[in-house]
């Protein structure tokens, strides 16, 4: 039996994005409204409510206005409407105007900062009774006899790198509910432990991944173009590498530029970084940052693989929502309506098992879902990204086909393959070589995590867990020449020589918890775990 101290609810909440809040702030309606007492707590491993939040972001309101539709009466931060969308071709130095597909139109749609967005769904949440725990990272799922999931624990604060406590120790709590729902997003450890417990990935495609990684500037008043969207696909990736660009301009004369890598990347001299910072040397780009100041910086992996990547969503005392069970729309750019659809139909079917007498009620959360626009959504456009797999050109032709004739309505479904299995041999692989950054308009790992406000407790214990210690020298290293130090955009991993034997040095205090170490590296070596509550990055307005 364990001692630590545990706190009953109806619903406890892993994670505080917008499916987690959604789902929390339709709970509390429901129940208000029937005159029900339902307990809701979130735990969020974040400092605060949305300092882990990173996206570009447009968002789409058609969630938003379901779950609360006077919105704008009661001050959400949706304050730039989309006023141009541009979608652009790149060469290494010229750039040519695509017909935006119907997806990609952002008409009536709203630049953000979602972390911003977040925030402000926080206090509607909290308004009606939702508990809300930032700073504590649920580490451990807890089972009933039965095997059913009984909640979650929080990580113990104050253990030393050695395991030994220290002066400020403090145990992890037990979070016990009915129902846990799991809203941590992209490859939340949790959620990863759950799908293996349960095997709700049996018969359905592996989810496949990007990693985005986005800067927000200051840009002079000549350059920006507030409700601006542009998009870009081409240079600097080649025709074999999956991804883009955005540019988006908000209001006070920023602009939010980020650009995204498909995680099936083949080459492992490939630097999703660097590639970034390159992109931004382009000859119509540049111009948008002459005379401007970058004042945050932040990385996020998301979820690619779509409809054919959904796995089984709920389970016994569980389910799973938002970009936790990949319901990113990829071409449309967009998964904060999605999430906080899944957030909505998930409370619903929540609300409806819990005002049933039959204890034994099941969750019909899965059959929601699937008659709900989310659903449809998600289904016509499953066949776009993984048609990327056929190399760019053929990609855009299948996609074309695919949105004007075909309609979605294709009597097949494409097939995805999984990331780390896709790297080629280093003795194989064409070498990159990037350019040095400038300081002005393009920077080095280091000096962009500074500007993330990443801190962590510096005596804990490594939550870059290796499975096999030598795995990253006889394999990593031997076969890839260490990819690591390239794909992750933080500069956590360094191979180091010490009496001329290389070594893996993990500088874990820089780990923005992008995940992207755990799904791209080449044998699954490398376990991704919370570190203690509050740790990681602190985004401002991003």
């Known amino acids: 039996m364990s001692d630590r101290e545990s706190m009953e609810y109806d619903v406890v909440i892993v994670g505080a994005g917008p499916a987690g809040l959604a789902c929390a702030i339709k709970l509390k309606q429901l129940a208000n409204n029937s005159g029900n007492d339902l307990t809701v707590c979130i735990v969020e491993k974040g400092s605060e409510v949305g300092a882990h939040t990173l996206s570009g972001a447009v968002i789409e309101t058609r969630a938003l206005d379901e779950l609360i539709p006077d919105w704008k009466n009661l001050g959400a931060p949706l304050n730039t409407p989309v006023t141009e969308d541009r979608l652009l071709y790149l060469t290494a130095s010229k750039s040519y105007s695509l017909p935006t597909p119907s997806y990609m139109n952002n008409h009536g749609n709203y630049i953000v900062s979602l972390g911003n967005v977040v925030r402000w769904l926080g206090e509607q949440a909290e308004g009606l009774g939702v508990e809300i725990y930032p700073g504590f990272a649920a580490t451990e799922i807890l089972f009933n006899d039965d095997g059913s999931v009984k909640g979650i624990a929080t990580g113990d604060m104050g253990v030393g790198k050695d395991g030994e406590h220290t002066d400020g120790y403090q145990q992890g709590m037990e979070l016990h509910a009915k129902q846990t729902v799991f809203a941590e997003g992209c490859r939340g450890s949790l959620t990863k432990a759950a799908i293996e ?54 209001e006070n004369n920023q ?105 034994r009620a099941t969750l019909d959360y899965t059959y929601r879902l699937s008659k709900s626009w989310l659903w449809a959504e998600l289904k016509t456009v499953r066949n776009i990204r993984p048609s990327f797999r056929w190399g760019f050109w053929i990609g855009m032709l299948y996609s074309a086909i695919d949105t004007y004739i075909l309609r979605g309505k294709a009597p097949w479904t494409i097939k995805h393959h999984e990331d ?19 300081g002005i308009l393009t920077f080095d790992r280091l000096t962009s995590v500074f500007i993330s406000n990443t801190n962590h407790e ?60 755990d799904i791209k590296d080449p044998t699954q070596n490398i376990n991704w775990i919370p570190p203690e509550g509050s740790g990681g990055p602190n985004y401002p307005n991003m």
């Open 255 to 359: 602009v939010a530029v980020g650009f995204v890598v498909g995680l099936d990347y083949k080459n492992p001299y490939l630097s999703p970084f660097d590639e970034f910072q390159r992109f931004k040397t382009h000859p119509d780009i540049c111009k948008t940052f002459e005379g401007g100041r970058r004042t945050s910086y932040g990385a996020r992996a998301i979820s690619e693989g779509g409809f054919q990547s959904i796995p089984r969503l709920s389970f016994p005392g569980g389910l799973l929502i938002g970009d936790a069970a990949g319901f990113l729309n990829v071409p449309k750019i967009k998964g904060s309506h999605t999430a906080m659809k899944s957030g909505i139909v998930a409370a619903e079917s929540l609300f409806n098992a819990m005002s049933t007498p039959d204890a």
């Open 458 to 517: 510096e005596n804990q214990r490594c939550h870059l867990q290796l499975k096999n210690e030598s795995t990253p020298i006889t394999i990593n290293l031997a076969e890839y020449d260490a990819p690591e130090q390239r794909y992750c955009p933080a500069g956590v991993y360094e191979i180091i020589t010490e009496q001329n034997i290389p070594k893996l040095q993990i500088n874990a205090q820089n780990c923005v918890h992008c995940k992207t170490c």
């Open 197 to 250: 417990r349960f095997d709700l990935r049996k018969g359905v495609e592996p989810q496949t991944y990007g990693i985005g990684i986005k800067e927000l500037w200051e840009v002079s008043p000549e350059n920006h173009q507030e409700g601006l969207v542009i998009h870009s696909t081409g240079w600097p990736l080649d025709y074999q590498t999956y991804g883009g660009s955005f540019l988006y301009h908000l």
């Open 420 to 438: 780390h299995k896709q790297l080629i041999p280093a003795r194989k692989a064409k070498q990159i070589k990037y350019p040095k950054p400038d």
